[in-house]
């Protein structure tokens, strides 16, 4: 089976940029894409297709996939900020959610 | 605007079953795969099974094959989750989602599952 790896934990500073790494085998060779999800509500799409983003996401949003890492980078980050990130990809007709990360803004 | 509505959790001892339903508007329904993703209490997500537009095609999670049946019906804009079979690891939050080129772009609010005795 795939596999995705996350840190369980990123904290940032207001206004500062936060990186969130998601590992697995060759996964710049496929799309990876990335969910935000705030305490209790349902996820959101945040970057697909490696670095593309939904209508509605703010530019501060922005990802990178290469080699085994795919990164989602929140630049000028906000309180409003503050969640769980999960990275998702594809393989072999399986849907793959890596562990999460929880964004903290402190 | 896209509308997805899960409806059909609740308390069920183990062994029992269950069928979930989602109701789905703003968009043309069968021109879409749609997939269930759940999520454990306090736990990561966890994709569970998906179904293509006509029904002709469907992927399940190893550990519910045999268990649940993922189903659609197109003329009422409804997708459906049949389990079977329920374990407690089964107990979670599960949501509809709309599956556009290997994502998940709209999300429901989630049912919540509760298997136990």
């Known amino acids: 089976s795939y596999d995705l790896t996350q840190p369980p934990s990123v904290s940032v500073s207001p206004g500062q940029t936060a990186n969130i790494t998601c590992s697995g085998d060759?996964?710049?060779?496929?799309?990876a894409c990335w969910y935000q999800q705030k305490s209790g509500q349902s996820p959101v799409l945040v970057i697909y297709?490696?670095?593309k983003r939904p209508s509605g996401i703010p530019e501060r949003f922005s990802g990178s996939n290469s080699g085994n890492t795919a990164t989602l980078t929140i630049s000028g980050t906000q309180a409003m900020d503050e969640a769980e990130y999960y990275c998702?990809?594809?393989?072999?007709?399986?849907?793959?959610f890596g562990g999460g990360t929880k964004l903290t803004v402190l | 605007e896209v509308q997805l509505v899960e409806s059909g959790g609740g308390l069920v001892q183990p062994g029992g079953s269950l069928r979930l339903s989602c109701a789905a508007s703003?968009?043309?329904?069968?021109?879409?795969?749609m997939s269930w993703v759940r999520q454990a209490p306090g736990k990561g997500l966890e994709w569970v099974a998906n179904?293509?537009?006509?029904?002709?095609?469907?992927y399940y999670l190893d550990s519910v094959k045999g268990r649940f049946t993922i189903s659609r019906d197109n003329a009422k804009n409804s997708l459906f989750l049949q389990m079977n079979s329920l374990r407690a690891e089964d107990t979670a939050v599960y949501y509809c989602?709309?599956?556009?080129?290997?994502?998940?772009?709209?999300w429901g609010q989630g049912t919540l599952v509760t298997v136990s005795s």
């Open positions: 989602a709309r599956l556009s080129f290997y994502l998940f772009d709209y």
């Open positions: 703003g968009f043309t329904f069968s021109t879409y795969w």
């Open positions: 179904i293509k537009q006509l029904g002709t095609e469907k």
């Open positions: 060759k996964l710049g060779d496929r799309y």
């Open positions: 297709q490696d670095i």
């Open positions: 998702q990809a594809w393989d072999s007709n399986t849907w793959v």
